[in-house]
């Protein structure tokens, strides 16, 4: 699975969008999935300007992957 595909699979559940980004950064309260500047794939849940439970993926397969379970409890 690739970023376009994660994206089309959450545009069509019931996720709300402003529960993730597919672009990182430090959303409130949100899911985030990020392609650092050094190449390497990161996900984790931003709360309170802080990562938590940060990850991190040599492939965007892996990291795409390790996101959908972050949230399938709330699909």
């Known amino acids: 699975m690739n970023l376009s595909e994660l994206n089309e699979k959450l545009r069509r559940s019931a996720l709300p969008p ?23 794939w990161q996900t984790y849940y931003s709360e309170w300007g802080l990562r938590s439970g940060l990850k991190t993926f040599a492939t965007e397969e892996e990291a795409c992957n390790e996101f959908l379970k972050m949230v399938a409890p709330y699909l």
């Open 18 to 40: 402003e529960s993730y980004s597919l672009t990182g950064g430090l959303p409130a309260e949100a899911f985030c999935i990020e392609h650092t500047s050094d190449g390497v």
